[in-house]
């Protein structure tokens, strides 16, 4: 996999004639090399592939990255750089700019001397964009952890319950289900507070007659899952009911119209449209959707802004559509989906369909 993936930037980097790039977020640096200590620098050329660490992660780095080869900085990275830079004829070198600090930089700077530092910021991250089926395994699973804690918490959810406290128990299933993180802190939003798009869990106990939204995900060998599902407590009102089903029809238009070939902002404007039509387009201020893995928003963007982010297959996006009225509450619904060629396939499996507990 890693072999594919360093093809991948060897070419992004002929592209912009770098002799090298350096590459040290986190997410990028384990994309490319399978490395996951917090420290460790990637320099990358068309020959060679250096994983620049220290004595801490030495013995990790050569297990997880045997695709490079692991060198222990004697004095500082910036010296090591310099004398790779001067064996390996490498005069133009690629960096992270919007990642790079400005101490880094200038250590950097003064350590290369005329050498030129160029930045390629989301060159990586449009490579992430699609996701090769190594990555697709992987987040299926996570995917299928957040699956698996919601129908775990629905019998949780009743009247007098805190909403912390069912933040902590989903907490605790995702990670017992091998989640190593949670890819956002749990937005568990009831009754009034389910106006609010991200109302992280709170101390408010769950009433009956109250809408509550949970928003949530897990981060499985590095990829995250994102899905939102809205339940009821106790019997819905005519109007608790008709906002709920404008916001699924909305939802089920998005998911059936994600393809290859869409656009961000025609795919938003599916959602949107919809809701627009039923009288509710000031209710819903956010985007439809966005790319997900490593990190739990990235591209492409899925909104009024998303007509350059054309869909690809391999492209993990969500499609979240809600209403939102202040003082009333609120409904959002959403799923993971994999573009492809001619439709996509959605890797949340949870029911969609009004859940009344
Ligand atoms: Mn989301």
Redesign the pocket.
């Known amino acids: 996999m890693a072999n594919t993936r360093l093809e991948k930037v060897r070419a992004a980097l002929a592209e912009r004639n770098l002799d090298a790039v350096l590459v040290y977020k986190p997410e990028n640096r384990a994309y490319l090399s399978g490395f996951t200590g917090t420290a460790g620098w990637l320099l990358i050329t068309p020959a060679k592939a250096w994983l620049i660490t220290d004595f801490r992660y030495a013995e990790q780095a050569a297990t997880q990255a045997p695709a490079f080869e692991v060198i222990k900085p004697e004095s500082t990275v910036a010296a090591l750089l310099a004398t790779l830079c001067e064996q390996h004829q490498i005069n133009r070198l690629g960096i992270e700019g919007d990642y790079v600090t400005v101490d880094d930089y200038s250590a950097y700077e003064q350590a290369l001397g005329e050498r030129d530092l160029v930045s390629i910021a989301g060159t990586i991250e449009t490579l992430r964009m699609i996701k090769d089926e190594a990555e697709l395994t992987l987040m299926r699973r996570a995917a299928a952890i957040a699956d698996e804690t919601f129908s775990h918490i629905l019998s949780y959810i009743k009247p007098g319950v805190a909403e912390r406290d069912i933040a902590v128990e989903m907490e605790y299933k995702m990670k017992k289900l091998g989640a190593e993180g949670l890819a956002f802190d749990i937005i568990i939003a009831s009754g009034v507070r389910s106006a609010m798009p991200h109302g992280v869990a709170s101390d408010k106990q769950i009433a009956a007659g109250e809408l509550v939204t949970l ?1 949530f995900g897990a981060i499985y060998q590095g990829y995250c899952s ?1 899905m ?1 599902r809205t339940v009821m407590v106790g019997e819905p009102s005519a109007q608790q009911r008709e906002i709920y089903a404008i916001v699924l029809e909305a939802e089920k238009r998005g998911v059936a119209a994600t393809r290859a070939g869409i656009n961000g902002k025609e795919l938003d404007e599916v959602c949107r449209g919809y809701i627009r039509e039923h009288g509710y387009a000031e209710a819903f201020g956010h985007s439809t ?2 790319g ?1 893995g490593r990190y ?2 990235e591209g492409p963007k899925l909104s009024v802004r998303g007509e350059t982010d054309l869909l690809k297959p391999g492209m993990v996006v ?1 499609i ?1 559509p809600g209403i939102y009225l202040s003082g009333w509450g609120g409904v959002r619904i ?1 799923d993971m989906v994999l573009v492809q060629e001619n439709g996509c396939e959605s890797f949340s499996k949870s029911p969609r369909e009004l859940k009344i507990l």
């Open positions: 928003d994102d939102t959707g966005h997900v739990i928003h969500t979240e959403e």
